[in-house]
């Protein structure tokens, strides 16, 4: 059973470069989650989609950030156009919102490096 | 608004030692809270949860009970592993929201 599956799992990019970040979530699940891990600001919600509907992007830094759900199936994340303060490894997540299940499951991450 | 504290790390314990992680929490209604594990390099990964007051969640010998009174749900292992070592966050999450709160993480690292 696949988890959720993120790509590419390392991207290094130079600063003032679009970079996109891709995400599959578990087949089934309806909601959808972006977060950005640092080691300074530790583990933060930037968005969140409930049955492909942006719900809640109030995390997202600026306008420089934007994601997209364009099916239940896939996801993007995009910077554009990055800074080096955009380092971080960033995490997608899926859930099935049914009853009292909550459970978010996470991918493997994806650590961008932005020189 | 809703808000996880967790003791700050790095925890460093000897194998075989006792494990607690302390983990409190502020929040309207009656939240579900869970613990989640990050191995390194890797996602998190859901421990174990609970949804309700005097809950016990427990999984690969941790355990953790809902404690509504003291606001609490921390996390225990009587006897930790090297495997073990990894960064443990605690979380809730609220009635009728899908949206998690992450507590800051808790290094632990498990020497032989």
């Known amino acids: 059973d696949a988890g959720v599956i993120q790509s590419p799992r390392h991207e290094v990019t130079e600063m003032g470069q679009e970079v996109t970040l891709r995400c599959k979530p578990i087949s089934g699940h309806n909601s959808l989650f972006w977060y950005r891990q640092t080691m300074m600001r530790g583990l933060e919600l930037l968005i969140y989609f409930n049955n492909n509907v942006p719900i809640d992007d109030s995390g997202m830094p600026e306008d420089r950030f934007s994601a997209k759900m364009p099916n239940a199936s896939f996801s993007t994340l995009k910077i554009q156009p990055s800074e080096p303060r955009d380092s971080a490894v960033y995490f997608c997540a899926s859930s099935l919102v049914s009853g009292s299940s909550y459970e978010q499951y996470f991918g493997p991450g994806t650590r961008l490096t932005v020189t | 608004g809703n808000s996880v504290t967790q003791m700050e790390g790095p925890v460093t314990l000897s194998e075989e030692a006792f494990l607690t992680i302390n983990c409190t929490y502020t929040a309207t209604g009656y939240p579900s809270l869970f613990w989640y594990v990050q191995y390194p390099g890797e996602g998190l990964q859901l421990l174990l949860k609970a949804t309700k007051a005097d809950d016990k969640g427990s999984n690969k010998g941790f355990e953790a009970t809902y404690r509504k009174e003291t606001t609490s749900f921390h996390l225990e292992k009587g006897s930790v592993q090297v495997s073990d070592s990894a960064v443990y966050f605690c979380?809730?999450?609220?009635?009728?929201?899908?949206?998690?709160?992450f507590g800051g993480g808790t290094r632990v690292l498990v020497k032989p």
């Open positions: 979380a809730l999450l609220k009635a009728a929201g899908n949206k998690l709160t």
